[in-house]
Every structure is written in structure tokens, then in C-alpha cells.
């Protein structure tokens, strides 16, 4: 198997519970691309919001804090 030149990228996810989450925080890697930033709310959705609300919604039982590895900030009006 030949190595490749590209370096893994990987964003953390913390549960402020892991038995009743109430919060994720989200750290990303810089440059954070669409299809990164889709398959991580995928994997958000399908492995911790569904499992402890029965529901594939984002609807604030579970709130998502997101930030970059710079801390910046980024708002975004929905």
C-alpha cells in the first residue's frame, strides 16, 4: 500500500454527557471544506441526536457549538 502525502483530517466531538447529551462542541480542522462540513452534521444527526431523542432533527434538545481550531467565531443567520 503506497502512503499518501495528505494529512488526516479530523474534527473532536465532545458530549458534555454521555448518557443525556445536551451538548456537542464541534472542533475543526482550518479550511474545513462543504463535503467535511456535510459528512460531520451527517454523523452528528445519525450517531448522537438520533440515538438520545429518537429524532433526526436539530430542534435545541441537543444544542451543536462549532469552532475552529483558531477559536474564531462564525455566525450565521438560518
Request: glycine share 2%; charged share 15%; proline share 6%.
Amino acid at each position: 500500500m503506497a502512503a499518501t502525502s495528505q494529512t488526516a483530517r479530523r474534527a473532536t466531538l465532545q458530549l458534555n454527557d454521555t448518557a443525556h447529551p445536551t451538548m456537542v462542541r464541534v472542533s475543526l480542522p482550518p479550511r474545513i471544506t462543504q463535503p467535511e462540513l456535510a459528512r460531520l452534521t451527517e454523523h452528528i444527526v445519525q450517531n448522537i441526536v438520533r440515538p438520545h431523542t429518537g429524532c433526526s432533527c436539530l430542534s435545541g434538545t441537543i444544542s451543536v457549538l462549532i469552532e475552529s481550531v483558531f477559536q474564531q467565531a462564525v455566525h450565521v443567520d438560518v
